[in-house]
């Protein structure tokens, strides 16, 4: 499905980015690169990534010409970062370091790769967005803040590449199964899957296929979007 694409997915050494790899491969795609903040990160089942270290709170200094010198067919902006706490007590470098990596390091990207995208009138961008976006969240005004702008991001992108055969669409997960999941004792766990009316988490794998329908041919009309991956939270 993705052979002779090249894709870049931010973050792919977490849960979700990662899975997401995995599924391009799986589906034909051989040029996948990632970015990380520490080849330390890096596991060693997935050799098949072409990593690029890289700092997304303090990307504006770094040179993406030299990083990235090729085109790429699909960018799947997924790397986040959170710093949970109640506004009151939320200090200056938790909303910063938040609104950087999680919106700032976008504008940079897009930047660089809508510029390839629109020479070759080709491109598919889908931001990773959040339930709590449209939800909210108390103790996570700046992570809200900032995937709730993505909304945003995507539909004025949308509307100025569409003419260029250059979609922009997101992924908006609600409770995925990963490492932080894992933490949860029983009553946090079960406080959470009381609100899902699928009582059930995500798994990685759910957020995959759905940035690759986005990606896919069966989506070519789909533009501006924002698709919902969360066992129907946001119903609530």
Not at 144 to 154: H, L, Y
Not at 203 to 217: M, N, P, R, T, Y
């Amino acid at each position: 499905m993705f052979k002779n694409k090249k894709l870049l997915v931010t973050g792919g050494t977490g849960t979700i980015g990662s899975s997401i790899c995995h599924y391009f491969k799986s589906n034909g795609c051989e040029d996948i690169y990632s970015t990380t903040t520490s080849m330390n990160k890096v596991k060693t089942d997935q050799e098949y990534i072409k990593f690029k270290e890289l700092n997304l709170n303090n990307i504006k200094n770094f040179n993406l010409d030299k990083t990235f010198d090729h085109d790429i067919d699909y960018l799947v902006l997924n790397a986040g970062l959170n710093r949970d706490n109640i506004f009151l007590r939320m200090s200056s470098d938790d909303w910063n370091s938040v609104i950087n990596v999680n919106l700032n390091s976008s504008f940079h990207l897009l930047k660089h790769f809508t510029k390839k995208m629109v020479k070759k009138r080709f491109g598919r961008i889908v931001f990773i967005s959040s339930v709590v976006a449209h939800t909210g969240n108390p103790g996570q005004v700046n992570y809200t803040a900032s995937k709730a702008a993505i909304s945003g991001i995507v539909k004025s992108l949308a509307l100025e590449l569409s003419t260029r055969n250059i979609t922009v669409n997101s992924v908006a997960p609600g409770f995925i199964e990963s490492n932080m999941t894992k933490k949860l004792n029983n009553d946090q766990k079960n406080s959470i899957l009381g609100r899902i009316p699928m009582k059930k988490l995500g798994d990685s794998s759910d957020i995959a296929k759905a940035v690759g329908f986005l990606c896919s041919e069966n989506a070519n009309y789909i533009t501006g979007q924002t698709l919902h991956v969360n066992g129907g939270l946001a119903l609530i």
